[in-house]
Nanobody
Framework: QVHLVESGGGLVQPGGSLRLSCAAAGFSVRGSDIGWFRQTPGKQREGVSCARRSGDFTSNLDSVKGRFTLARDNARNRVYLEMNNLKPEDTAVYYC??????????WGQGTQVTVSS
């Protein structure tokens, strides 16, 4: 059974860092595109970054380039979203998915990230 679980969210001050984890079960992250998305109430979900099966990492948002990076741990079947220099506008529920578009086939339950002083 395919399953994705995000963790690592929380409350952090502006300028702080968090590392989100996406743990996958039922399939291998090595052979899949794994996307990170975020959503705030009243706004459309937006794609943040993508760990492609080719091994490349792409960032969908100009606002996070240079601050957010991805890492893949094939042995643990996880993909990480490293977020640095966090800003209040990064506050959102962050989701990982099997796929890098809104047509992704499987989604996690999300983890809340709140950036506030």
């Amino acid at each position: 059974q395919v399953h994705l679980v995000e963790s690592g969210g929380g409350l952090v001050q502006p300028g702080g860092s968090l590392r989100l984890s996406c743990a996958a079960a039922g399939f291998s992250v090595r052979g899949s595109d794994i996307g990170w998305f975020r959503q705030t109430p009243g706004k459309q979900r937006e794609g943040v970054s993508c760990a492609r099966r080719s091994g490349d990492f792409t960032s969908n948002l100009d606002s996070v380039k240079g601050r957010f990076t991805l890492a893949r741990d094939n042995a643990r079947n996880r993909v990480y979203l490293e977020m640095n220099n966090l800003k209040p506008e990064d506050t959102a529920v962050y989701y990982c998915a099997r796929g890098c578009s809104d047509y992704a086939t499987d989604w996690g339950q999300g983890t809340q990230v709140t950036v506030s002083s």
